[in-house]
T-cell receptor, first 113, second 118 residues
């Protein structure tokens, strides 16, 4: 079946540090890939997405590149802020009826001053 | 405009009670999804509606779980005879297009209902 594996958290960084959260997937075919973010007390929000190999999704300084050869979609940010503290979920979805999302377990990021 | 709303935000039930969780999707959104998120885990798919039709219920964990969307808008997830293992956050998401018509169609999530079964 389809699955997503994320690095375990929590990840604790100082402000302005470089962030990488690893995500790999297992799927039959070529899914679309997503990063969602969940801020404390809020619902899941789409952070960025990529729909085919070598696409780069980007938003709010975050980036992730769809790597078919390594089945990966690692999330990166060059300089994190305290306001980036949240739980980050990697997910995949196939185009088709009932395009349900399959999520990883989430990675908690804590950024300190 | 208004996002996806869910009510109640928190629900405490005694084991064996029935509960009903409500989802108000974004107006005009055709597709509606329910997910279950256990503590420390990612959301897991429960069921999908296209307008009022429930096209996929493969993720419902047992026949105690039932979902409906009778008029193609508001949806209710009902859990009968709740068990402790049902304790989780139940998330609703909606998207504008028919699922599968666009690889980029975004699902918008509500804040969730946290269910605790004692």
């Amino acid at each position: 079946g389809n699955s997503v594996t994320q690095m375990e958290g929590p990840v604790t960084l100082s402000e302005e540090a470089f962030l990488t959260i690893n995500c790999t997937y297992t799927a039959t075919g070529y899914p679309s890939l997503f990063w969602y973010v969940q801020y404390p007390g809020e619902g899941l929000q789409l952070l960025l997405k990529a729909t085919k190999a070598d696409d780069k999704g980007s938003n709010k300084g975050f980036e992730a590149t769809y790597r078919k050869e390594t089945t990966s979609f690692h999330l990166e940010k060059g300089s994190v802020q305290v306001s980036d503290s949240a739980v980050y979920f990697c997910a995949l979805r196939f185009t088709g009826t009932a395009s349900k999302l399959t999520f990883g377990t989430g990675t908690r990021l804590q950024v300190t001053l | 405009g208004a996002g996806v709303s869910q009510s109640p935000r928190y629900k405490v039930a005694k084991r064996g009670q029935d509960v009903a969780l409500r989802c108000d999707p974004i107006s005009g959104h055709v597709s509606l999804f329910w997910y279950q998120q256990a503590l420390g885990q990612g959301p897991e798919f429960l069921t999908y509606f296209q307008n009022e039709a429930q096209l996929d219920k493969s993720g419902l964990p047992s026949d105690r779980f039932f979902a409906e969307r009778p008029e193609g808008s508001v949806s209710t997830l009902k859990i009968q005879r709740t068990q402790q293992e049902d304790s989780a956050v139940y998330l609703c998401a909606s998207s504008l297009a028919l699922a599968g018509t666009s690889s980029t169609d975004t699902q918008y999530f509500g804040p969730g209902t946290r269910l605790t079964v004692l």
